[in-house]
């Protein structure tokens, strides 16, 4: 006997087949009387140019800038894991490169250095910030008419130059804006240091149909950030061995004490002086006593007032041909303040340096010079008995 069942199922299935048959051959009919109401996109091809390059390439654009709050491209540059961190000679806004550079706003790709980076804006090379080099100085650069920035980070020696090994930073201006905009911000750290004022004003135009015009003018200020007032750098600290803690504090300051250091041919010890006279006595140098806490006078953030102009003009002269001029002005007001920096010299010397003549950092005046205080020309005769004190120099750092 057979059950009803599977018929059932067997005539609901050819019946729901049907249905769906029916449905689907009415759909293109009722789809053409009705029209859409709305379409919602949840991605999309926009060309970008990080997809279209052959290599990769990074795109920062204006709105990062708001969301991070900075008003220099070097500063952006810096949160990026392309870039090495602050410290260091080639990003120098910060007095642990010495004073001669200090100041200077440079970005460091991959860890090679500022002058292994091209930079360009709008495609065309910018000028190096110092005289005797090529890597440029972004407090030169205004940000507020910038639409983005691109960063090839795969290396482009090939196209730019020995000069491109590191990559590409091509600075990219907004050039169809029309209007005025004024903007401005202010900023400061929890430890109410680091202020950083700024403001900038942006007028843009069209003009005799096939002409376009923007100015752009830009203010702003970077405080103060010293390191006595971070823990990071408030001590001087030596890490020697990478498989043993670092030496801070004390023991880590330098060996050039603000009273001086003296060494006497002879004599296995240093000395120095405490308060404003030797005494009667010679006083050897204890580094952890003497020494030069050097890290608490260097700055992290260098006080910078950055003034910046920038006008652009494009005219359409015909099909394929386009006239444009750039001026861009900048000018950066830099207060540092730097460790004091004793008398040197690459003098060679026997007792300073490593051996007898190595070049050590050293400065040397005759032992018989009335400058040499009586308690260290003693000590020196006590020690050299038979020597000519003429012909005999004390070291000092």
């Not at 608490?296 to 006239?323: H, S, W």
């Given at each position: 006997?057979?059950?009803?069942?599977?018929?059932?199922?067997?005539?609901?299935?050819?019946?729901?087949?049907?249905?769906?048959?029916?449905?689907?051959?009415?759909?293109?009919?009722?789809?053409?009387?009705?029209?859409?109401?709305?379409v919602i996109v949840t991605?999309?091809?926009?060309?970008?140019?990080?997809?279209?390059?052959?290599?990769?390439?990074?795109?920062?654009?204006?709105?990062?800038?708001?969301?991070?709050?900075m008003e220099n491209i070097a500063d952006v540059a810096a949160a990026l894991p392309q870039f090495s961190p602050?410290?260091?000679?080639?990003?120098?806004?910060?007095?642990?490169?010495?004073?001669?550079?200090?100041?200077?706003?440079?970005?460091?790709?991959?860890?090679?250095?500022?002058?292994?980076?091209?930079?360009?804006?709008n495609g065309r090379r910018m000028i190096g910030g110092q005289a005797t080099s090529t890597s440029v100085d972004f407090n030169t650069i205004p940000t507020a008419n910038i639409d983005r920035i691109e960063v090839l980070t795969g290396g482009a020696a090939a196209i730019y130059g020995a000069d491109a090994v590191?990559?590409?930073?091509?600075?990219?201006?907004?050039?169809?804006?029309?209007?005025?905009?004024?903007?401005?911000?202010?900023?400061?750290?929890a430890d109410e240091d680091n202020e950083n004022p700024s403001a900038h004003l942006r007028i843009g135009g069209d003009f005799a149909e096939s002409g376009h015009g923007q100015l752009t003018v830009q203010y702003d200020k970077q405080g103060r950030v010293s390191c006595a007032d971070r823990f990071i750098c408030e001590e001087d600290f030596f890490w020697g061995d990478p498989n043993v803690a670092p030496l801070r504090g004390p023991t880590a300051y330098s060996g050039v004490g603000a009273n001086g250091r003296f060494f006497l041919p002879g004599v296995a010890?240093?000395?120095?002086?405490?308060?404003?006279?030797?005494?009667?006595?010679?006083?050897?140098?204890?580094?952890?006593?003497?020494?030069?806490?050097?890290?608490?006078?260097?700055?992290?953030?260098?006080?910078?007032?950055?003034?910046?102009?920038?006008?652009?003009?494009?005219?359409?002269?015909?099909?394929?041909?386009?006239?444009?001029?750039?001026?861009?002005?900048?000018?950066?007001?830099?207060?540092?303040?730097?460790?004091?920096?004793?008398?040197?010299?690459?003098?060679?010397?026997?007792?300073v340096g490593g051996g007898p003549g190595v070049p050590g950092l050293q400065a040397s005046i005759p032992m018989n010079s009335p400058f040499v205080p009586a308690v260290l020309f003693d000590a020196w005769?006590?020690?050299n008995p038979t020597a000519n004190p003429a012909t005999a120099e004390i070291i000092w750092w």
């Open positions: 006997m057979l059950s009803r069942k599977p018929v059932a199922r067997a005539v609901r299935a050819v019946l729901l087949g049907g249905a769906v048959t029916a449905v689907a051959t009415t759909l293109p009919a009722q789809a053409a009387e009705e029209s859409i109401q709305e991605g999309s091809r926009i060309a970008r140019p990080n997809l279209e390059g052959t290599t990769p390439v990074l795109a920062i654009g204006q709105q990062d800038f708001a969301a991070l709050g602050a410290f260091g000679a080639s990003r120098t806004q910060s007095t642990f490169s010495g004073a001669a550079v200090s100041g200077l706003n440079q970005v460091n790709l991959r860890n090679l250095t500022g002058i292994r980076t091209v930079v360009l804006v590191a990559g590409v930073i091509n600075v990219i201006t907004d050039k169809d804006f029309s209007g005025v905009e004024l903007g401005a911000s202010y900023g400061v750290t010890d240093s000395f120095t002086r405490r308060g404003d006279s030797f005494g009667g006595t010679l006083i050897p140098f204890d580094v952890t006593v003497d020494g030069y806490n050097r890290a608490a006078d260097r700055d992290i953030a260098i006080p910078t007032e950055r003034v910046l102009f920038m006008a652009e003009l494009d005219y359409d002269l015909g099909e394929n041909v386009n006239a444009f001029v750039e001026v861009n002005y900048g000018q950066a007001e830099i207060e540092s303040e730097f460790e004091g920096h004793p008398f040197q010299s690459q003098q060679a010397g026997s007792l005769c006590a020690a």
